[in-house]
């Protein structure tokens, strides 16, 4: 399927591999409900198309991945005495929370900032250009955080992620990088979307059910006791080993050949 909700996000799918784009350069890509509404539309459409097993996102343009929420769209609602933020808006629909455990790589090139940031905080993995910038520059308008508040301090040391809220200020793709905020750095746009669907083709290559499987327990299990944890992977490494597909990797190795997963 191609483009399952409106122009703002775009959504295409080729070779088991989903492909959504961030679809307002004008605008740096600024999450307003139109974007968010398709980008929960894609989450879904993920989450429930079985030939989906591995999704890349971006933003068009070639100048941000996202600028965050759309502070145009924000002031107007202030002013019709609505709420400043509507009911989908990124921070009401943190995709763990919708059950989407296929793997989501973040491709960015440009502004990744405020709510931009946090949507490539949600990805699992994230590579980033040369030129990318990342921060949280809400206090400046008055506006917290959402996702950023909670979690960049659990994905980066504390002083660094404080520095990065507190001040505003936006760092660089290498700050970044050395932060454990972003997984690879390479030089421009091309080589960010050629390795980004290098690392979904070699999650290809992994059985679907277990590929799955890691990214909820990892999600699910960090916020859970040692005890808890362990009990919640075994369970759901039970239903994986249980699978057909447990039964078609060793086969496959056995005989030498490429594994046809079944995703059952």
Not at 23 to 46: D, F, K, Q, Y
Not at 48 to 57: L, M, W
Request: net charge negative; hydrophobic share 40%.
């Amino acid at each position: 399927m191609t483009n399952p909700t409106n122009n703002t996000v775009i959504y295409e799918k080729k070779e088991n591999i989903a492909y959504v784009t961030l679809n307002r350069p004008e605008a740096l890509n600024a999450l307003n409900s139109s974007v968010n509404t398709g980008l929960h539309n894609a989450w879904m459409e993920i989450k429930n198309d079985p030939e989906v097993f591995v999704a890349i996102v971006t933003g068009a343009g070639g100048k941000a991945f996202s600028a965050g929420a759309d502070l145009k769209e924000v002031n107007e609602r202030q002013e019709e005495g609505l709420s400043a933020f509507s009911e989908s808006s990124l921070g009401s629909q943190y995709i763990p929370d919708l059950g989407v455990w296929k793997p989501i790589i973040a491709a960015i090139d440009g502004f990744c900032v405020a709510g931009g940031l946090e949507l490539a905080m949600q990805c699992d993995i994230r590579i980033a250009s040369k030129k990318s910038q990342f921060g949280l520059p809400e206090p400046r308008w008055s506006i917290m955080p959402g996702y950023g508040l909670h979690y960049l301090t659990r994905m980066m040391p504390l002083g660094d992620a404080l520095k990065i809220m507190l001040t505003g200020e936006r760092i660089s793709s290498e700050a970044a990088l050395r932060s454990g905020l972003i997984q690879e750095v390479v030089e421009d746009r091309d080589e960010v979307m050629e390795t980004c669907l290098n690392i979904a083709e070699q999650i290809k290559n992994c059985a679907p059910l277990a590929v799955q499987a890691i990214k909820e327990i990892a999600y699910t299990g960090t916020y859970m006791s040692p005890e808890n944890s362990q009990r919640f992977a075994k369970e759901l490494s039970a239903k994986v080993l249980d699978s057909e597909d447990a039964k078609e990797g060793p086969l496959a190795f056995t005989e030498r050949r490429t594994p046809e997963w079944k995703m059952r």
